[in-house]
DNA sequence: TGTACATCAGTGAACGCGCGTTCACTGATGTAC
DNA sequence: TGTACATCAGTGAACGCGCGTTCACTGATGTAC
């Protein structure tokens, strides 16, 4: 009596899915192949196509589950934290920075639109549900600088934006780490900059 | 009476490097390889291996042509700029982000290490070029702010760096453009932020 | 000044590989009647 | 309840492609004597 496979998996979808990140994560975008997937799911090579039509459409499926589960990193940060700006600052910047350590290769992928469908509608709603907890931060903390032009939340989104995303993609890149100790250098606090000034961080002498 | 091409080219070596310039900007690190660089040069596609052994050799001489134009341009923008440790960072910035959208997929590459041999002794000093010029600046930086620990500079260089790194790469991806204008966001002021604090931004009320 | 020889740079054919895509197919499922 | 049929999901062979690498080669250059 043999156990033989249904000819049907019946949640092949998923499956590749989860082929295709551990691929991903193996050998990076370079790696990540139609053919290698299916090889990974144990699935004819043909398989994939009825479910992401192309290669294009595999990695626009990857880059969408990327930034929903980014969204969720940082939506847990914010969660958990002090329920003020200084606070959610902080938590979206250890979120962001959790996540880009811990999905090296996805974070890559999502930040080279080159590899995927920026127009695809469920990608899209994804990024957007992950920079609304950047946006709605930054809104609050321009309230509490008591920031009066209605734009001015602008500057600040784009100021943590870029500190965090350069230091999580500065990291993951091996950069950033302390040659004497071997430790990576902590995250910038940017929260604090803007709401203490440099002289506020405790560096400045007296 | 035919004019031939002499069988040994005089300056392969150049021409492969810039031929895999051309490749590179135009379809990405995906898109370069040995054989293409050489169709592009015009040459029989086993000739580059003469000059790079391999994939990864072409790939690291290419990173290494990167970090010396990226240290020259921000060299550049800190020679004609103001004198001073504000100017010297605006500089910085302004230079890092230059070269960034000028060498998008070659800056992509430098910060992709695991696409070339970073143990390259040539590669490794034209990228110490590129980050003393960060240093430095850092330093007088820390001088002018008046602070006295001796490895404050790091925290410095670090938000320096993480944010003007951040600002290309977002940059560089199509992200911080301003939906309404189509605009890219200006760079991130973090060096007056540093001296001035984010009220001295002059987008605070009062 | 001329010659022999080593070294170097580039050639072109050949190899095997993994890839995306197409195709006719087959097994399984569900639905209409 | 049973049957016919449409639809769907997965198969496996085949295609042509560009790739890195190897190989024996050839043309050109330079150096020793």
Redesign the pocket.
């Known amino acids: 009596m043999v156990e ?10 998923s ?2 899915l989860t082929a295709a990140l551990e ?1 991903l994560e193996e050998g990076g975008v370079a ?9 990974r799911a ?10 992401f ?6 990695v626009t499926a990857i880059a969408t589950i990327g930034y929903s589960r980014f969204a969720a990193t940082m939506a847990e940060e914010c969660a958990r934290s002090a329920q003020n700006p200084l606070g959610q600052v902080r938590a979206i910047n250890r979120g962001y920075v959790k996540f880009a350590l811990q999905n090296k290769a996805i974070f890559r992928l999502m930040f080279s639109r080159d590899h995927y469908d920026q127009d695809n509608l469920e990608l899209a709603q994804a990024a957007c549900r992950a920079f609304t907890l950047l946006e709605e931060t930054s809104r609050s903390v321009a309230r509490a600088l008591g920031v009066v032009e209605a734009d001015a939340w602008r500057d600040i989104a784009n100021l943590i934006w870029t500190t965090v995303h350069g230091y999580a993609h500065l990291l993951i890149d091996g950069r950033l780490v302390n040659r004497e100790t071997g430790e990576p250098e902590p995250i910038p606090d940017i929260g604090r900059l803007l709401f203490e000034g440099f002289s506020g961080t405790g560096r400045k002498a007296g």
Chains 1, 2 share one sequence.
Do not use: E, F, Q, W
């Open positions: 033989t496979r249904p000819y049907h998996h019946g949640d092949l979808r499956a590749l691929v790696a990540l192949s139609l053919r290698g997937t299916a090889a144990g699935v004819s090579h043909a398989a994939p196509k009825h479910h039509g192309n290669r294009k459409g595999l």
